[in-house]
C-alpha cells in the first residue's frame, strides 16, 4: 500500500512537470516597445532625427492616448539608423518611404503603398527582429498607426 502512494505522487510530479514544460508561456508582443525603451534609444541613438506629431516631452507623463513610432532608413547588421523620422500622436496613415526598420509602443501595421494599403503586416508579427526593438521592415513605404 506505501508503495502504491508513493508510485502514484512520482507520476503525479513527472506529469505535473511535463506539462509545465509543454504549455506555452505568455509573452508580449514581438517588436513592441515601452515608452521607457524609446527614451533609452533616443537617449543613446546618434541617428539622424526629425520629430513630427505632438511634441515629446521626457519629464511629462506619456499621454495614453498617442503611439510613439519611429522608423529609419538604414540598416547596418542589427542596428536600425541613419536618418530616422520618430511620430507621435493618435491613429494617422504616416507616408514613410523608403523605411527599412521601426519600433512602435504599439501593435502598428507597415503597407508597401504609400497610402496604408497594398501589402500590409503587423509589428508584432516581425520577422526579423533588430536591437533595441526594432524590425527589419524593407519596402514599406507607409505605417498604420491604430487609435489607443
Not at 521607457?36 to 537617449?43: K, T
Amino acid at each position: 500500500m506505501q508503495f502504491t502512494r508513493k508510485f502514484t505522487a512520482l507520476v503525479f510530479v513527472v506529469t505535473a512537470a511535463t506539462i509545465s514544460q509543454v504549455m506555452a508561456s505568455p509573452t508580449t508582443l514581438a517588436s513592441l516597445v515601452t515608452v521607457d525603451e524609446f527614451y533609452d534609444w533616443l537617449n543613446t541613438t546618434d541617428a539622424k532625427i526629425t520629430f513630427i506629431g505632438k511634441p515629446i516631452d521626457p519629464n511629462a507623463p506619456p499621454s495614453p492616448d498617442n503611439v510613439i513610432v519611429t522608423y529609419c532608413s538604414d540598416r547596418t547588421q542589427n542596428v536600425c539608423g541613419g536618418p530616422c523620422t520618430v511620430y507621435n500622436g493618435g491613429a494617422a496613415c504616416l507616408y514613410a518611404p523608403d523605411t527599412n526598420c521601426l519600433s512602435a509602443t504599439a501593435n502598428v501595421g507597415f503597407c508597401d503603398h504609400t497610402d496604408c494599403g497594398g501589402s500590409c503586416n503587423q509589428l508584432a508579427s516581425c520577422g526579423t527582429r533588430l536591437d533595441n526593438g526594432f524590425c527589419y521592415t524593407p519596402g514599406t513605404n507607409s505605417i498604420i498607426v491604430p487609435p489607443s
